[in-house]
Nanobody
Framework: QVQLVESGGGLVQAGASLRLSCAAS????????MGWFRQAPGKEREFVAA????????YYAASVKGRFTIIKDTAKNTMYLQMNSLKFEDTAVYYC????????????????WGQGTQVTVSS
């Protein structure tokens, strides 16, 4: 069974950096592509970033490209989202997901989800 546990959220000022972590169980990284989604209050959940099983390809939403970096450490069974130059509009609950890359949309279909971690950016 796939288990995903996020951590690293918090309250930061605009322009600051934050790194989220997602600890995965067992052979999750070798079985699934991984990614991050976020959901702001009153809005639908949206794709943020994804990384393939091999780790050789990454995908980003236009709103975060150049500021966020998705990384996975297979030896530690942990995935990270390095977030730089944070903006107020990045405020959301961030979710880790395991699933499949959707090639046509360059996003991720999440089949398994973590519980989420809150990121709040003050302006």
């Amino acid at each position: 069974q796939v288990q995903l546990v996020e951590s690293g959220g918090g309250l930061v000022q605009a322009g600051a950096s934050l790194r989220l972590s997602c600890a995965a169980s067992g052979r999750t990284f070798s079985t699934y592509a991984m990614g991050w989604f976020r959901q702001a209050p009153g809005k639908e959940r949206e794709f943020v970033a994804a990384i393939t099983r091999s780790g050789l390809s990454t995908y980003y939403a236009a709103s975060v490209k150049g500021r966020f970096t998705i990384i996975k450490d297979t030896a530690k069974n942990t995935m990270y989202l390095q977030m730089n130059s944070l903006k107020f509009e990045d405020t959301a609950v961030y979710y880790c997901a395991a699933g499949s890359i959707l090639v046509l949309t360059a996003t991720l279909r999440g089949d398994y989800w973590g519980q989420g971690t809150q990121v709040t950016v003050s302006s």
